[in-house]
C-alpha cells in the first residue's frame, strides 16, 4: 500500500513539473506572432535592468490580455523576456471583486485595471497613486478622446486600456423592422423573446436612457420611475443574463438582447444572422485603465509595464484579441487590426453615450431595493 | 417489474451524474468556439490549453498546492486521530471529536473571510504588506482537510485490536516500532482513503482559496471564475476533460492495485 501511494504522489509530482514547464518553453518560442520592434526591445531591456526590485503583481480581468491562445502574443511572457521583470499576473471578475480584495489589506498590487467609475471611487478614497507619465513615453500615443475623462481629469491616476458601449443585439431572422430606439425591447410583439441584463446598474440604464434620463441620476423619483419601466417590461422578457446570452443569441432561442459591442463581434462570429445598433436615446460607455495602487512596492517596474501596454506592437496583440475599443490611435489606424474601420466598434455616425459614475451610498440602497422590487414582480 | 423499475432508477442517477461530463467532453472537441454548434471533430482545444500559460500555470499551482496540501494534512490527521483513538475517558475524546468537526460543519464563506482576517491581522502585527499568499493558502487547506482525515483514519483505528500495538512492545519493540511495524499497517487504507479524500478536496477549493489567496499564487479554480466578464473558453472545457480523465485514471488504478492486495491476503490465509 505504501508503495502505491509513493508511486501515485511521485507521478503527480512529476506531471506537475517536468510536464507543464515543457510545454509553455517549447511553444513560447514558436509562437505565429512575434514582437518585432527590435528598436524598442533594448530600450526594454535596459530599463528592466536598471530595476532594482525584478517582481510585479499585476491584477487584471479574466480573458482581458492577449495571452498566447490561437497563435496570439503572449503579452505577459514577452514582457518576462525583454525586461527579466517576473509578473504575477492574477485575475478577477468584476470591479467589486478588485475593490474589496485591495481593502482586506493582506495584498500589495502594482498594476490594477479597474473600471471608469470604481477609479474614480479609489481615487475618493486614496487608494491610488499618481502615475509619473514621463516614465511613460508611449502615454502619447493614447488618444485625447480617452484622457481627461471625469474620472481622472488631470491624468493623474490612470492610463487608458481599453473601453466599449453597450448596444443593441438582434436576430434578423425574427425581427422584421430595424430597430433605432430601446422601445423595442418594450414590444408586445416580442413576447419571450427578450434578453435583459442581470445586473441593476445595466438594466435600469436602458430603462433611464428611454426615459429620457441620467443614469446617474440622485433623484429618487426618476430611479421609481425607471423600476415601474422595468416591472412594466418584465412579463415580456424571456430572462435576465449576462455571459449566458452569447448562448442564447448565437442558438436563436432570443430576439433581442443588450449587450456589448465587443462581445456581439463574437456572437456574430457564431451566427450571421444576427445584427447589431446603438439606440438613438443613448447608451453606456466604460473605459477600463491601468493604475497603481498606493501599496505599490515596486512603482518603477509597474510604470515600466503601463508604458508597455500603451507600446503600439503589443497595444495591437491585445485590440486583436480582445475585440473591445482600443485607446491607441496607431492601432485604430494600422492595417493589421482586425478591426479596423470595423462599424459597430468604431461607428461614423456619433453615438450618445453616458458613463456610469459612483454613486452615493443611499443611491445605492435605493437601486439595490427597488432591483429586488423588480426581480420579485 | 421490480427489477426494471431499479434498472431505470439506477439509469436516472447515471444520467444525472454523468451527463454534464459527458457534455463537457464532447463540446470540449468541438472545432468551433460556440457551445451550441458542433461544427466538427479537432484537437484544436487541446492545443489551445497547452498554450494558455495563464492557466496552464493556474494548474501547476493547485497541483502543487493540492499534493503537499493533502500530505501535511495527512500526516498530522493521521496523529490526530491515532491520539484520539487512545484517549481513556470518553468525554474528552467526544469533545475534541466535536472540535475538530466544527470546521467541517462551519459554512466555507465563514471559514473563508475568517481566515482572511486572521491573516491580515497577524500580517500587519509582524509588518509584512504582502501576507496573503502561497503559505496562507497551504495553511488553509491544511485546516479545512484536517476534519476528512480525521474521519476517514479513526474507523479503521476502532476496528484494529488496540492490544496489538501492547503485544507488539511486549515482544521487545519501541512504541515507535510498534506504530510504524504494527499499527500503521492495519490502517494504511483509510490512510489512502484520507490522503485522496484531501487532494481532491484541496483541487476544488474555490471560496476558501478566493479569500486567502495573494498576487501571486492564484489557483485554477479562481482564474476560470474571473472569466465570466466575457465567457469561458473552450481550451477550460479540453483542460477540465483531462483532469476528469487523470482522476478517473487514478482512481482505477487504485482499485485495481486494492484488489490485487486483497487477493494477496487472501492466499496467504489460505495458505496458513
Not at chain 1, 509578473?87 to 474589496?100: G, H, M, P
Not at chain 1, 419601466?229 to 424571456?238: G, M, R, W
Not at chain 1, 451610498?361 to 439595490?368: E, H, I, R
Request: a negative charge; one cysteine or more.
Amino acid at each position: 500500500m505504501k508503495k502505491t501511494l509513493s508511486v501515485i504522489l511521485s507521478l503527480v509530482m512529476l506531471f506537475c513539473v517536468t510536464g507543464f514547464s515543457g510545454c509553455r518553453g517549447k511553444n513560447g518560442s514558436d509562437s505565429e506572432t512575434e514582437f518585432n520592434a527590435s528598436a524598442l526591445k533594448e530600450d526594454y531591456s535596459q530599463a528592466g535592468s536598471a530595476m532594482s526590485s525584478k517582481e510585479i503583481n499585476v491584477y487584471n480581468w479574466g480573458e482581458y490580455i492577449s495571452d498566447g491562445s490561437e497563435g496570439t502574443l503572449d503579452v505577459v511572457e514577452e514582457f518576462e523576456e525583454l525586461t527579466g521583470i517576473k509578473v504575477n499576473y492574477t485575475t478577477f471578475d468584476s470591479n467589486e471583486d478588485l475593490y474589496s480584495k485591495m481593502k482586506s489589506g493582506g495584498i500589495s498590487y502594482d498594476v490594477i485595471i479597474p473600471s471608469d467609475y470604481m477609479i474614480e471611487r479609489m481615487i475618493k478614497e486614496d487608494m491610488l497613486q499618481t502615475i509619473d507619465l514621463d516614465k511613460i513615453p508611449n502615454y502619447k500615443y493614447v488618444s485625447d478622446d480617452y484622457k481627461g475623462l471625469f474620472f481622472d481629469p488631470d491624468n493623474k491616476y490612470s492610463v487608458a486600456y481599453t473601453g466599449g458601449m453597450v448596444g443593441l443585439i438582434y436576430n434578423t431572422t425574427m425581427v422584421d423592422e430595424t430597430p433605432t430606439s430601446w422601445s423595442i425591447m418594450w414590444d408586445k410583439k416580442y413576447d419571450g423573446q427578450i434578453l435583459n441584463f442581470n445586473n441593476p446598474r445595466d438594466a435600469f440604464g436602458i430603462a433611464q436612457y428611454l426615459l429620457g434620463y441620467s443614469v446617474n441620476s440622485t433623484d429618487k423619483i426618476q430611479w421609481e420611475n425607471a423600476a415601474e419601466k422595468l416591472i412594466e417590461q418584465k412579463p415580456l422578457v424571456q430572462s435576465y443574463v449576462m455571459d449566458e446570452v452569447f448562448n442564447k443569441m448565437e442558438m436563436g432561442e432570443a430576439a433581442i438582447a443588450p449587450y456589448y459591442a465587443g462581445d456581439y463581434l463574437a456572437m456574430y462570429a457564431n451566427n450571421p444572422d444576427l445584427a447589431f445598433v446603438y439606440p438613438q436615446e443613448g447608451t453606456n460607455i466604460f473605459v477600463d485603465a491601468m493604475c497603481i495602487p498606493k501599496s505599490a512596492k515596486n512603482k518603477e517596474a509597474a510604470e515600466l509595464f503601463i508604458n508597455f501596454m500603451c507600446d503600439p506592437e503589443i497595444a495591437l496583440a491585445n485590440a486583436n484579441y480582445l475585440g473591445y475599443l482600443c485607446p491607441i490611435t496607431e492601432v485604430v489606424n494600422d492595417d493589421r487590426y482586425d478591426y479596423k474601420g470595423n462599424e459597430v466598434l468604431y461607428p461614423s455616425e456619433p453615438v450618445e453615450t453616458e458613463f456610469f459614475h459612483n454613486l452615493d451610498q443611499d443611491t445605492l440602497d435605493l437601486l439595490s431595493s427597488l432591483w429586488e422590487k423588480v426581480k420579485l414582480a | 417489474m421490480k427489477k426494471t423499475v431499479s434498472n431505470i432508477y439506477i439509469a436516472l442517477i447515471m444520467i444525472f451524474l454523468y451527463a454534464p461530463m459527458i457534455v463537457m467532453v464532447v463540446l470540449s472537441f468541438n472545432s468551433s468556439s460556440s457551445t451550441s454548434v458542433m461544427s466538427g471533430f479537432s484537437l484544436k482545444w487541446y492545443g489551445e490549453m497547452l498554450k494558455n500559460s495563464t492557466t496552464l500555470t493556474a494548474l501547476r499551482n493547485t497541483l502543487i498546492l493540492a499534493v503537499i496540501s493533502a500530505a501535511i494534512s495527512t500526516v498530522i490527521g493521521t496523529a490526530a486521530a491515532v491520539g484520539i483513538d487512545m484517549m481513556k475517558r470518553k468525554w474528552i475524546k467526544s469533545t475534541v471529536l466535536t472540535v475538530t468537526n466544527i470546521p467541517m460543519m462551519n459554512p466555507e464563506i465563514v471559514t473563508g473571510v475568517s481566515m482572511m482576517l486572521l491573516f491580515v491581522f497577524v500580517g500587519k502585527f509582524v509588518g509584512a504588506r504582502d501576507v496573503l499568499g502561497f503559505p496562507t493558502l497551504l495553511i488553509a487547506h491544511i485546516t479545512f482537510n484536517l476534519p476528512y482525515v480525521i474521519l476517514s483514519v479513526l474507523p479503521k483505528l476502532r476496528q484494529t485490536d488496540p492490544h496489538l500495538a501492547e503485544a507488539a512492545q511486549d515482544l521487545g519493540s519501541t512504541p515507535f516500532q510498534a506504530f510504524f511495524k504494527v499499527v500503521l499497517p492495519n490502517i494504511s487504507s483509510g490512510i489512502v482513503t484520507a490522503l485522496i479524500m484531501a487532494f481532491t478536496l484541496s483541487l476544488d477549493d474555490f471560496i476558501i482559496s478566493y479569500f486567502v489567496s495573494g498576487a501571486k499564487f492564484q489557483t485554477l479554480p479562481i482564474v476560470i471564475f474571473s472569466m465570466t466578464k466575457k465567457r469561458v473558453t473552450p481550451d477550460i472545457y479540453a483542460l477540465s476533460t483531462v483532469i476528469f480523465a487523470a482522476v478517473l485514471l487514478l482512481l482505477i488504478i487504485m482499485n485495481v492495485l486494492q484488489a490485487r492486495a486483497e487477493k494477496k491476503e487472501l492466499k496467504a490465509k489460505k495458505a496458513e
